[in-house]
């Protein structure tokens, strides 16, 4: 197994929000199931990584209806679930081991929150020497922030990886390229 999917923090919180709902739910669990489905299909190793907080009121406090992975995913239950409490998903868990244990090189990425634990776990994972990476248009998302709206975050920090820290690519088997990186 030479390749893993890390699908990150795609927890219910960001599904069941009434403010600042995630940006494009529908749209980001169908393409992070494409990509789970395809990648899987090749090979792939899956792993679902989950956001804890030690804070009984926060949204990702572990036990929580809204810290569960989300129920449309396609997860199956030999998939690996690394739990964490950084930004970071290598940063005080066992992924990297886990990632070393199965050979892998490659590494795709989708979830949330693009500018947040995917952005610091993608650059992370080139630090740490995986550099063969992809990220998908379409399979990450964030909701709206105070100076940018959630479709600009996620435009911006696209055009940012791409090139450096990872490919970014319109589907498991298409890379984008140009004026195409926009949205």
């Avoid at 169908?30 to 990648?39: G, K, S």
Wanted: hydrophobic share 35%; net charge negative.
């Amino acid at each position: 197994m030479s390749e893993a999917l890390l699908v990150i923090d795609l927890q219910e919180t960001f599904f069941d929000a009434q403010e600042n709902p995630i940006y494009n739910a529908g749209s980001l669990v169908r393409t992070a199931n494409n990509l789970i489905d395809d990648l899987r299909a090749r090979g792939a190793l899956i792993v679902f990584v989950q956001h804890d907080d030690a804070d009984p009121v926060d949204d990702f406090h572990p036990g929580k209806p809204s810290w569960e992975i989300h129920a449309g995913l396609h997860r199956q239950p030999e998939d690996p679930v690394v739990r964490k409490q950084h930004n970071d998903a290598f940063c005080e868990t066992n992924l990297h081991q886990l990632l070393q244990e199965k050979g892998v090189k490659t590494l795709h990425f989708a979830g949330a929150q693009t500018e947040l634990c995917m952005d610091t776990t993608i650059r992370c994972a080139y630090s740490q020497g995986y550099r063969d990476n992809y990220i998908y248009r379409g399979a990450h998302s964030t909701r709206n922030g105070p100076f940018m709206k959630a479709h600009q975050i996620i435009t911006y920090h696209q055009n940012l990886w791409d090139g450096r820290f990872a490919t970014l690519m319109a589907d498991a088997n298409t890379p984008i390229e140009g004026t195409d990186l926009f949205e």
